[in-house]
């Protein structure tokens, strides 16, 4: 089964970008999607976007069309996800994850991003 | 965007009790619907896919139903374990989750 690992916090300024790399082992990592879904302190689950590695297809939440960018790097079995125009209320948990049809089985372990001046 | 509401946004009970929490999207999306409870500091456990089919390993006690626009998570008997937050997420279009029901002690 696939295991995901996750890149490690940091911390960004207001208007800048941060980029999570997310590595996968066990497994194949072209067969299925990877969506990215954050959490902000305290609050709930947030779908941002996905990818298709096999296909490199990205889909995106309109809430970050234009803000948030997807890819993948099969060479070396690895997600990212880059976003960008940072501020406050970017601050959350990034999780990867993988499953099948937008069903969410696996998780990485988080990565904290905090924005602040 | 695909709009999801869950209620109650608090439900309290006590341990044996039977909790149901429901989930309605603003649009129909024919079963794609998904449960998944997570515990503070931990990422997401899948429950149940496609509105009613439980997961592997995950207790009988919890259940799902419900189509189009309107889904339900019942456990039927509530253990000590299963005090957390619960999330519906539906997957017909894109993906949008909703905002969470946390389970807490009466």
């Known amino acids: 089964q696939v295991q995901l690992v996750q890149s490690g916090a940091e911390v960004k300024k207001p208007g800048s970008s941060v980029k999570v790399s997310c590595k996968a082992s066990g497994g194949p990592f072209t067969s299925y999607g990877i969506p990215w879904v954050r959490q902000a302190p305290g609050q709930g689950l947030e779908w941002m976007g996905a990818i298709i590695p096999r296909t490199g297809t990205t889909i995106y939440a309109q809430k970050f069309e234009g803000r948030v960018t997807i890819t993948t790097d099969e060479s070396t079995t690895t997600a990212y996800m880059e976003l960008s125009s940072l501020r406050s209320n970017d601050t959350a948990i990034y999780y990867c994850?993988?499953?099948?049809?937008?069903?969410?089985?696996?998780w990485g372990q988080g990565t904290l991003v905090s924005v602040s001046s | 965007d695909i709009q999801m509401t869950q209620s109650p946004s608090t439900l309290s009970a006590s341990v044996g009790d039977r909790v149901t929490i429901t989930c309605r999207a603003s649009?129909?999306?024919?079963?794609?619907l998904a449960w998944y409870q997570q515990k503070p500091g931990k990422a997401p456990k899948l429950l149940i896919q496609k509105a009613s089919n439980l997961e592997s390993g995950v207790p009988s006690r919890f259940s799902g139903s419900g189509s189009e626009t309107e889904f339900t998570l019942t456990i039927s008997s509530l253990q000590p374990d299963d005090f957390a937050t619960y999330y519906c997420?539906?997957?017909?279009?894109?993906?949008?989750f909703g905002p969470g029901t946390k389970v807490d002690f009466k």
């Open positions: 997420q539906q997957y017909h279009t894109y993906s949008t």
């Open positions: 649009q129909s999306i024919n079963g794609w």
């Open positions: 994850a993988t499953g099948s049809r937008g069903v969410i089985n696996m």
